[in-house]
């Protein structure tokens, strides 16, 4: 198949430039996350903040719940575009099918609201009535999130990942920042809530004024929806069954902590997870962007596959190993540091163990888009669906065994058992064989390294003294895997990157300085 010259995916250094936007546009937020969780919590008080990652777990959870219209619109959009068609009909089809479906997710959670708070959840009786107030709130957006998916997957289809970030950089962090807006007047969650209601709404506008804009728009007679709706649901039927499936095993941790354990284990739990689960924003960021880079590249043949596959997870090891090694030895220092010395004792251990189990997860995730790629999005969703029963039931043994230390452990254990599988599947789809024992070489010296550097590291008994002790290896650690996991040819590219885009910094700043 011949692509138009015109393709976004083949213009030259996009991709390297818009992976690392999503790493802008996904870090900077977690910056504010650091800064405002503990005064949110102090704010709130543990339960409350309990019951408040409970809802920004509802939230996700629906972003994902799109039935796959979200990647099946990146995908067949991408594909128009390659062939020069019109955007409109598959744009239109799918922003109407997934508010339809937004519809009656938000009715599900209206529905079973009273259920889900009173009975499911042990939530603090004096905190029942809001909490009801919050998720009856909450139901009103779960159209406009998904409607928000369809228009964003146009842009990224189109390799516009700029614009994606500046509406969702300042849309992640209010979802931060929102609280510490409302808690000098009150301190109930349904305000919390109502702003982040408006907040959702609004980058659904934005996202769909841009997706639609330059298209021409054709009269409702001239729109195949039937076929449009055909194709995008077709594809991402067994998306569908997969985006059901994963965020159970991602979520249902904390439900099963609230249900056995208290609603300020949940608090205990989530942060050290959500502070890891940030780490991921390097792959997601880089799958985002690689996914209709593999889709046209696995129409082009193998060379290039087999060269974009390499060269994704080289750089995911390169700058994941790093932090995960800072994370492994600074886990305590940092929690007492920043939540104080009760949560580092709840915390450390479970923010360990989601560090390696995040380290797994993301390679992992290359795997899982170059499936997707090729055409077979069934797998992912078969392999959720054996997954799902043997889980659940390890998380529900280790929950009341270890307490929220078995509940990270399960997950552990999880991501490993997915890793192997989308790494086996992945390498029998494709058309091409790899040699991996040169980088498993590799990586496993670098990894026996970091773990006699942690039987240092438990010698050191101030948190300075750690930390230091933790930046030092990481940076260590940053240079072996420079030297010895990416190439001399990505090395450059990197650094010429940089240079790039530190000129273009101080370009802006000096014309900037100028008009002043």
Not at 178 to 193: A, E, G, K, N, R
Request: aromatic residues 12%; glycine residues 8%.
């Amino acid at each position: 198949m011949n692509l138009s010259s015109s393709s976004s995916v083949q213009k030259k250094g996009i991709l390297a430039r818009n992976t690392f936007i999503n790493l802008a546009g996904k870090g900077l937020p977690l910056l504010f996350a650091v800064i405002a969780i503990p005064f949110v919590i102090k704010g709130l008080g543990t339960d409350r903040f309990g019951v408040l990652t409970i809802i920004w777990t509802v939230i996700g959870y629906f972003g994902l719940f799109d039935m796959g219209l979200g990647r099946a619109t990146t995908k067949f959009v991408a594909d128009q575009e390659a062939r020069g068609e019109p955007l409109a009909p598959v744009i239109i089809t799918s922003i109407l099918l997934l508010m339809g479906f937004g519809l009656a997710g938000g009715g599900l959670i209206y529905g079973l609201t009273p259920y889900l708070v009173k009975h499911l959840l042990n939530t603090p009786s004096q905190l029942v009535s809001e909490t009801v107030q919050s998720f009856y709130l909450l139901s009103v957006s779960i159209p406009v999130v998904l409607g928000a998916v369809g228009a964003r997957g146009v842009l990224q289809a189109q390799q516009r990942f700029g614009l994606v970030n500046a509406v969702k950089i300042p849309a992640s962090i209010i979802n931060y920042v929102s609280p510490l807006l409302i808690l000098p007047f009150t301190h109930h969650l349904q305000y919390i809530v109502l702003l982040l209601v408006i907040e959702r709404a609004i980058s659904f506008v934005v996202y769909l004024y841009f997706s639609l804009r330059g298209q021409h728009l054709l009269a409702l007679s001239g729109y195949s929806f039937w076929k449009w709706s055909k194709n995008l649901l077709g594809f991402g039927l067994w998306l569908a069954l997969s985006n059901v499936v994963s965020p159970i095993m991602v979520y249902m941790d904390r439900f099963i902590i609230g249900t056995i354990l208290t609603m300020s284990a949940v608090a205990y739990y989530t942060t050290p997870y959500e502070v890891i689960n940030r780490i991921g924003i390097i792959s997601g960021s880089f799958m985002g962007v690689m996914f209709p880079a593999f889709s046209v590249y696995f129409l082009q043949g193998e060379e290039k596959l087999a060269a974009a596959y390499k060269k994704s997870v080289r750089y995911v090891l390169f700058i994941i190993i790093p932090i995960v090694t800072f994370l492994l030895f600074a886990a305590h220092p940092l929690l007492h540091l920043w939540l104080g010395e009760k949560f580092a004792l709840q915390s450390t251990t479970v923010l360990q163990i989601l560090a390696v189990g995040i380290f797994i997860n993301s390679v992992a995730r290359i795997s899982g888009t170059l499936i997707q790629a090729a055409g077979r999005p069934d797998v992912r969703a078969k392999l959720h669906l054996i997954e799902l029963p043997v889980y659940l039931a390890l998380l529900w043994y280790l929950t009341h065994w270890l307490g929220i230390n078995g509940v990270a452990l399960a997950w552990l254990i999880r991501v490993f058992v997915d890793w192997l599988l989308l790494f086996y599947v992945g390498n029998r789809l494709t058309f091409f064989t790899i040699d991996w024992m040169p980088m498993l070489r590799k990586v496993s010296i670098i990894v026996l390294s970091v773990c006699a550097g942690m039987i240092i590291a438990r010698q050191i008994n101030s948190d300075i003294g750690t930390l230091g002790y933790a930046i030092a290896c990481g940076l260590v650690v940053l240079y072996a895997t420079w030297r010895y996991i990416l190439q001399e040819t990505e090395q450059q590219k990197l650094i010429s990157l940089v240079l790039e885009m530190r000129s273009k910094v101080i370009s802006g700043v000096s014309e900037t300085g100028g008009r002043d």
